[in-house]
């Protein structure tokens, strides 16, 4: 094993400055160190990938903006925050104080861009759980808001989208004017330029699979199904995926003239059911593409992003339903009736998976290690947080952490396999879902700083949990001027658990690139709900097809289903830093435990 081309001398770490050595510096770099990104370095990343500003990481500034000013808790949650700031040995009090003081030395409109402006900077000011539940209820809107329409204030108003029919009275015109091209982001027969057979993804076509053992290996045999289909179907007469939805989720629909707010969604029990209903929806209009391209020709096909979002009612049984958008004439076309109806796409409303799950890890890979290799070896640590979410149309609550923290290990070079078998979470009660985090830091050092650094995270991650704790008490409470029910009444689980995971990461990155020498390595947000988890690991449907994420600062991250077998799925998550011309890997085990 290559040893570090520099020998660490430093035999303690000296007294911690109030105020950073260099900008986002608030520990001394040890002789032999590989070199650190800037603060500079990391915002830059942070602000070209973040579009919602952190809560939390607003209040932590705030929480030790005033206990580093010696001022005395003014509520509950100051006076345990306070309380714990106060068992912290001097060393990390003055990291505290530097990491204030690191990011009050940035510009006030990049600190708004990172950190919720509503939340006060003034020392004399305290912070109470109410203010910081309201200010993070605010930023999972708009990460929701982002994630499903394009924009973070799409959910603070309905807007219809352009009115783009055109008269029929002069003769037969077969063009489809309401268009729905994607059901929960799969393809429809509708979607417009028209797509061939082969053009579609295996993961918007039904398919029927079973295990089968290949040279001793498992394997699913998954056979595309033609004919027969509970839903639309194509030329070829492949049955094109009929999405689960569970009674109480949501369903965001993307197409083509969703012109008034005042739309419905029409939901038809197909035989043998004969339920049907027609739910309001959630109109968010594509105003950003023009009515007509270059040529001046009229755009009607699925470059539109027109969206609507409707909730499937709690108490519809389980059955395949037919979807269909009402929207009121409004477009200036008697002919086209009133309301004007779109054509049937189908979803399956299927039971609520009554199963537990857990989740756990199997091993690290450093497939490259850190640049430049000739500074010695890489020391990584990490650091793996899971909450379970319960989310209702009148609640959203944050269960007890899940913690694991690997072992720190040492002198990791290219192409080095570590073992990290971990449980991550454990189902012990009903869910709805869960939010994951895993962050991972290289942070070469000498050991003494090394502690530093892992002890003040260990602290971060601490207040972390207090505040969580009394953003949901806050929550349950209702005592906060957000409302709650403006949020979930589009019981969007997915996204919502997935907003909630991201605004967890970005804390974490925020506190870290304020003061400490370590890098960034892994970053990554996990989102599932109970249903999510009951696909992966049901070996009727074949693996995921997972989509490439950038992270908040700049990983690039990729999933790569390695196998799927009765009740166990399993996964490799690849971690890209082009700056620190990195690649790290974790397998991840998910298992129906019950």
């Known amino acids: 094993m290559r040893r570090p081309a520099l020998r660490r001398v430093l035999s303690r770490a000296p007294e911690c400055p109030a105020g950073p050595i260099a900008p986002g510096q608030c520990i001394p770099l040890s002789i032999g160190s590989k070199p650190k990104q800037s603060l500079r370095t990391k915002l830059d990343s942070l602000l070209q990938n973040t579009r919602v500003p952190s809560a939390i990481a607003s209040g932590f500034f705030q929480h030790a903006r005033r206990f580093s ?43 708004n861009r990172l950190l919720d402006p509503s939340i006060p900077q003034n020392p004399n000011v305290p912070l109470d759980a109410d203010t910081l539940a309201t200010a993070f209820v605010k930023e999972i809107t708009q990460r929701v808001g982002v994630q499903v329409f394009g924009d973070p204030h799409a959910l603070e108003q309905e807007r219809p989208g352009r009115n783009r029919f055109f008269d029929t009275s002069g003769g037969e015109n077969f063009d489809i004017q309401l268009r729905i091209c994607k059901v929960n982001g799969l393809r429809t027969n509708e979607f417009s330029p028209a797509l061939n057979p082969g053009d ?13 053992v290949v040279n001793g290996a498992p394997q699913l045999d998954c056979e595309i199904q033609k004919g027969n289909c509970a839903g639309n179907f194509l030329e070829d007469t492949t049955c094109l995926r009929v999405p689960n939805v569970r009674a109480g989720e949501g369903v965001v629909l993307e197409g083509v ?30 105003l950003d593409t023009p009515l007509t391209d270059s040529q001046n020709q009229p755009i009607r096909d699925c470059r539109i992003h027109d969206r609507i979002t409707f909730v499937v009612p709690a108490d519809l049984p389980p059955a395949v339903y ?80 899940q913690a694991f923290d690997s072992p720190e290990f040492e002198d990791v070079d290219s192409g080095d396999v570590r073992q990290m078998q971990a ?17 991972g830091f290289e942070i070469d050092s000498e050991k003494a700083y090394r502690e530093q650094i892992n ?29 709650v029910k403006d949020l979930l009444k589009f019981a969007l689980s997915h996204p919502i658990i997935l907003a ?17 020498p370590a890098d960034l390595l892994i970053e990554d947000a996990l989102g599932f709900t109970l249903s999510d988890l009951d696909a992966l690991t049901n070996t009727d449907l074949p693996l995921p097809e997972v989509a490439p994420y950038v992270s908040q600062q700049g990983i690039k991250v990729k999933a790569t289903p390695l196998e799927k077998v009765p009740t166990q799925y399993r996964e490799r998550r690849e971690y890209v830093s082009d700056e620190e011309d990195s690649r790290y890997e974790i397998v991840l085990r998910y298992n129906r435990v019950a």
């Open 423 to 439: 449980v991550l979470f454990e189902q012990s009660s009903p869910i709805d879902g869960l939010v994951m985090t895993i962050m």
């Open 322 to 401: 037919s979807v269909q958008v009402a929207v009121p004439n409004v477009s200036g076309f008697p002919i086209l009736g009133d309301p004007i109806v779109s054509n049937s796409q189908f979803i399956r409303v299927a039971p609520s998976p009554t199963s537990r799950f857990r989740i756990a890890s199997e091993t690290l890979a450093a497939r490259q290690e850190t640049s430049p290799a000739s500074f010695g070896s890489d020391e990584v640590r990490v650091r793996i947080r899971a909450y379970p979410i319960i989310a209702s149309l009148t609640d959203l609550t944050l269960g007890d952490e």
């Open 500 to 516: 909630i995971a991201a605004a967890v990461v970005l804390v974490v990155i925020l506190i870290l690139a304020a003061w400490a």
């Open 455 to 483: 002890s003040f995270t260990d602290a971060f991650l601490h207040y972390l949990k207090i505040t969580l704790a009394g953003i949901a008490a806050a929550i349950s409470a209702g005592a906060f001027t957000v409302g």
């Open 69 to 111: 000013a010696g001022q005395t808790p003014a509520n509950l949650l100051e006076t345990e925050v306070f309380g714990f700031f106060e068992t912290l040995p001097a060393d990390m009090k003055s990291i505290l104080s530097c990491s204030v003081n690191s990011f009050d030395g940035i510009t006030s409109d990049e600190r």
């Open 257 to 286: 003239n969703f012109i008034s707010i005042d739309s419905k969604v029409r939901l038809t029990g197909q035989a043998p059911s004969t339920v049907s209903r027609a739910v309001d929806a959630f109109v968010f209009g594509d």
């Open 200 to 212: 579609y993804l295996p993961s918007e076509l039904e398919q029927h699979c079973v295990p089968i």
